[in-house]
């Protein structure tokens, strides 16, 4: 059975840092991309950032970029969300997905089809 | 970035109604485009993936089409457990976008 598990989440100050960690489970962790995706309170769906199979290639939105280092450990099942210069406007529940992402014969093919259950980011002081 | 429109932005159904759901993207992303469900306080969940493709495990009542910038996500027969946020996705190109929702709620 495929699992996610996030950690790390909490309250922390404008300004400050947190590490999100989500350990996988269930599957060929190595084998799949990554994905961060977060959600402000009563708000929808934000695509934060992705990490390929082997980590040799990142993707972030322009909201984190620079702020936000996505990064993953194969020989752990784990991938990481380091978050620095945490502003209040960061405050969501993030969620980590696995991506599946292929070719077939009908062209490319990219969903993220497991998610774990979140973990709670406050940023206030 | 690629903007991503749903409409309604919700909608009132009945058990048993048929609902369709429309995203619009601000550019054309073939049928690079995946549907999800969120109930509150639930992550969300794969329904649709490439504009028509039914993510295994996922009923028969629920089916995608589209392509270019125009999509349709429908629920042919609505049951109780369907009621919840329903977002769609462009994975055409990086950031990768959601829509704004659409909530479906009990009339």
């Known amino acids: 059975e495929v699992q996610l598990l996030e950690s790390g989440g909490g309250l922390v100050q404008p300004g400050g840092s947190l590490r999100l960690s989500c350990a996988a489970s269930g599957f060929t962790f190595s084998n799949y991309a990554m994905t961060w995706v977060r959600q402000g309170p009563g708000m929808g769906l934000e695509w934060v950032s992705s990490i390929v199979a082997s980590g040799g290639s990142t993707h972030d939105a322009d909201s984190v970029k620079g702020r936000f280092t996505i990064s993953r450990d194969n020989s752990k099942n784990t991938v990481y969300l380091q978050m620095d210069r945490l502003r209040a406007e960061d405050t969501a529940v993030y969620y980590c997905?696995?991506?599946?992402?292929?070719?077939?014969?009908?062209?490319?093919?990219?969903?993220?089809?497991?998610w774990g259950q979140g973990t709670r980011v406050t940023v206030s002081s | 970035d690629i903007q991503m429109t749903q409409s309604p932005s919700s909608l009132s159904a009945s058990v048993g109604d048929r609902v369709t759901i429309t995203c619009r993207a601000s550019q054309t992303i073939n049928t690079y485009l995946n549907w999800y469900q969120q109930k509150p306080g639930k992550a969300p969940n794969l329904l649709i993936y490439?504009?028509?493709n039914l993510q295994d495990g996922v009923p028969s009542r629920f089916s995608g089409s589209g392509s270019g910038t125009d999509f349709t996500l429908t629920i042919s027969s609505l049951q109780p457990g369907d009621f919840a946020t329903y977002y769609c996705?462009?994975?055409?190109?990086?950031?990768?976008?959601f829509g704004g929702g659409t909530k479906v709620e009990i009339k």
């Open positions: 997905a696995r991506e599946v992402s292929y070719y077939d014969d009908n062209g490319y093919v990219d969903h993220f089809d497991y």
């Open positions: 490439t504009a028509s």
């Open positions: 996705q462009q994975i055409y190109s990086t950031p990768l976008t």
